[in-house]
């Protein structure tokens, strides 16, 4: 079994930044993808950006030289850094980690609020 436990959310204003934090425990193997999903009110399930534990990375074309993900292996830790956030980020985040096999695992999710 795998936890995930998310940390960083809140409100911030337009233009400025948030970090947030996603700490993994339980049976992790060693090749594995973890990200950051989003969800709006009334919209899917989006991915944000993902990173593999080999350092690869994926963005969505909306945040792209905007946010940052990064991770730490021995921590099993990811990290979202982001950046000159908008009203339009505003939405609840969700880490998640795809293991070798297996379904993938989620968090319980952090909420993120652009607003003035």
């Known amino acids: 079994q795998v936890q995930l436990v998310e940390s960083g959310g809140g409100l911030v204003q337009p233009g400025g930044s948030l970090r947030l934090s996603c700490a993994a425990s339980g049976t992790i193997s060693s090749n594995n993808v973890m990200g950051w999903y989003r969800q709006a009110p009334g919209k899917e399930r989006e991915l944000v950006a993902r990173?593999?534990?080999?350092?690869?990375?994926n963005y969505a074309d909306s945040v792209k030289g905007r946010f940052t993900i990064s991770r730490d292996n021995v921590k099993k830790t990811v990290y979202l850094q982001m950046n000159s956030l908008k009203p339009e980020d505003t939405a609840v985040y969700y880490c998640n980690i795809v293991l070798l096999v297996g379904p993938p695992y989620w968090g319980q999710g952090t909420q993120v609020t652009v607003s003035p």
């Open positions: 990173i593999s534990s080999g350092g690869s990375t």
